[in-house]
């Protein structure tokens, strides 16, 4: 069977990785110089590592209902780990208001579920961005720039110019995901692949990891969803 597979190529990368995206693709993650005939034998030697990760069904669950919800009294939405009801009112800002629900006036909600989104992304980068210096500086590390991205298949991702970016949508997941996916990325600018050294680091950091991970697997495909 064919595997297909995305290179990607970097001056400043020194060794080779591969990762398997939540879409089921395959990236490399290769220096500059390296020869293609390399990185199809490393792909080769990893055939039945990335066969059991592409068809991993607890990583790539289906959806439980199509994604797209509207902007109607009595729907909900997921903030911070629970979902909170959707009020369509006047609010005093004319703008999307949240206490103990989401109140959303009438002329924004007839816009569509983007004006959710524009609202999760506010509060992302309001409750993300901080909690990257704070662990920066607990770990001690440096990084580039840190943002919040619109990434369909990456809760986080550390470039090898050391700039972080985060998914908007992990503003829907409990503070101890959001910590999880913050600590494993800027472990990365200490130990750039997923070994032993990195997990350490990680669980040094966020004794509650593990709790993270799973609540990510058997969660995460809610987060995905745009409502």
Known sequence: MELNYTIIRSPRRRKLTITVERDRSVVVHAPESTPEAKIRQVVE???????????????????????????????????????????????ASGQVEFSRRFDIPPELAEQGGHVLIDWYASRARQKVLPRVKHYASQLGV??????????????????????????????????????????????????????????????????????????????????????
């Not at 990893?46 to 790539?60: F, M, T």
């Open 45 to 91: 030697s990893k055939r039945q590592w990335l066969y059991e990760k592409i068809h991993h069904g607890q990583k790539y669950p289906e959806l439980p209902h199509p994604p797209g919800k509207e902007l109607v009294n009595g729907e909900s939405a997921l903030y911070l780990g629970r979902n909170y009801r959707i009020a369509i009112t006047s609010t």
């Open 142 to 227: 440096e990084y580039g720039k840190a943002e919040i991205s619109n990434s369909k298949f990456r809760w986080g991702s550390c470039t090898v110019n050391n700039n972080l970016s985060f998914n908007w949508r992990l503003i829907k997941a409990p503070m101890l995901v959001i910590d999880y996916v913050v600590v494993h990325e800027l472990a990365h600018l200490i130990e750039p692949n997923h070994t032993p050294r990195f997990w350490n680091i990680v669980r040094a950091q966020h004794p509650m990891a593990e709790k993270a991970k799973d609540w990510l697997k058997e969660h995460g495909v809610l987060l995905e969803q745009n409502l």
